[in-house]
């Protein structure tokens, strides 16, 4: 079966530094990965995607992941954290048999970026 | 082009009582999924329809149905509403993976806030 775990529920850092929120996954098959950020009473807003190619992809906001099919990771990064980055983020796979679109997300980890 | 647009935005019910959620995905998308969001349980994937037909659905009771209209539209029901159904009930649009490559991602709706007294 499909599953995400995200380890961390709550990331700190400080503005300037680099981030990284952890996921880890396990499907049968190719993996399709995906990264999502929920800001506070809003739904959730794509952020970048895994299907093939390089492991490292690059999304939206100076975020990127990288792809370790070795150590099934799909670790979300970005090198200078922003206060505005604080949010939820979510991780997700996308079930790549015969059920498709149907995701199965992570708990979810709340990024908090200080001043 | 206009985002996933979901209907209303806050709703309160009393316990006993049926809701009606909607959905009105980005033009173009004809796969239309819905998931439960709440603190503890994180999101859970309830349904999703395809050419007004349910192709996949979640561990959820009878109480929670759904259609898809012609033009991708979706609703979703609830009835007899128990406290626990209090939640934010996302809906999600993408466009269908069986037609190519299997690489499109959802695009979410803003919610619906759900709170059952």
């Known amino acids: 079966a499909q599953s995400v775990a995200q380890p961390e529920d709550q990331v700190n850092v400080a503005e300037g530094n680099p981030l990284t929120v952890k996921c880890t996954y396990s499907v049968s098959g190719n993996p399709y990965l995906f990264w999502y950020v929920q800001y506070p009473n809003r739904g959730l807003q794509f952020l970048l995607k895994?299907?093939?190619?390089?492991?490292l992809v690059k999304g939206s906001y100076g975020f990127e992941a990288e792809f370790n099919k070795s150590q099934t990771s799909f670790h979300l990064k970005k090198p200078s954290a922003l206060v505005s980055d604080s949010a939820l983020y979510f991780c997700?796979?996308?079930?790549?048999?015969?059920?498709?679109?149907?995701?199965?997300f992570g708990s979810g980890t709340k990024l908090n970026v200080k001043p | 082009k206009a985002g996933v647009t979901q209907t209303p935005r806050y709703l309160i019910k009393t316990r006993g009582q049926q809701v009606t959620l909607s959905c009105s995905p980005i033009s173009g998308h004809r796969s239309v999924s819905w998931y439960q969001q709440t603190p503890g349980q994180g999101l859970q994937f309830l349904f999703e329809y395809f050419s007004e037909t349910q192709r996949n659905k979640g561990n959820f009771p009878g109480r929670f149905s759904g259609r898809q209209f012609s033009n991708s539209r979706s609703e979703m029901n609830v009835s007899t509403l128990e406290l626990g159904d209090s939640a934010l009930y996302l809906c999600?649009?993408?466009?269908?993976?069986?037609?190519?490559?299997?690489?499109?991602?959802?695009?979410f709706g803003p919610g619906t806030r759900l709170t059952v007294t």
């Open positions: 997700a796979v996308r079930d790549g048999g015969n059920n498709f679109n149907k995701f199965y």
């Open positions: 895994y299907i093939t190619g390089d492991n």
């Open positions: 999600a649009s993408s466009l269908d993976p069986t037609s190519g490559a299997p690489s499109y991602e959802q695009y």
